[in-house]
């Protein structure tokens, strides 16, 4: 896998995370709940904002390194799986953006893997509701990136299979560039809000306004990706059905149409439903 590919594809995949409705969401409710204890803090509320980031930032980089560890060892253990595992992810990473596509045309808060689930946000806005100092931002910033990481998790699963070749040692430097990518959502509105750039209020209404936009730039990226890494698997793995020689990448191109007509046939039975 040559470094100009690499760059544009973590890049791209580090951008979509950094986007995700979820995150975001999260931000703005721990510090909307922050002023409203301290409304006159600004500066302790920029403090709120960066320990809050810099919890993220961590525990997000831990789950990389955990993840590209794991699959750097199955792989030099088990040295004819590698196509596997590049193949497998790439229907997963196709299969996300299909959802993410269709969350643009038919639009339903709280996908799973998209967005935080419905049942978890009242959960999420109660301990949000309790950070009133900078220490409690950080230690809610490590305990919320639990209930981050099933809603933010394909991006960033999705370039660990990319780097998966390279070893913990080797993949840190872009570890960190992909998490300060993630997280410059977070410091923009962060920094924003403590110049008076910003308003909570008007990030919580920009997000609400355009995340069926930021649900079909995502699906598209991660298409896209996930096309190249059956691309890759197919270099290096094939296996035979029926006589037949599949890769994943027909499979790949197989499951998009695949995917759409199963949710155009839903969308279509609800709306018959409802009629």
Known sequence: MGL???VPAIVSLAAVDAINPCALAVLTFMLIAFLTHNPQEKKKALFAGLAFTSAVYMLYLF?????IGLLHTSTEMFGNIEGFV???FSLFAIALGCFNVKDFLWYKPGGFMREMPMSWRPRIKKILSGVASVKGAFLVGLFVTLFLLPCTAGPLVTA????MKLGIINALPWLLLY???FVSPMLTITFGLYAGLLLVENVSEWRARNIRYLHLIAGIVMVLIGIYLAWEAENVF???LAGFKISFLTLGVIEIPVLFTIFYLVNKGKADMQN
């Open 4 to 6: 100009e590919l690499t």
């Open 179 to 181: 998490n300060i990518i």
């Open 86 to 88: 590049y193949g497998f």
């Open 63 to 67: 789950y990389a390194v955990v993840l």
């Open 238 to 240: 094939t296996f035979s």
């Open 160 to 163: 660990c299979v990319l780097l």
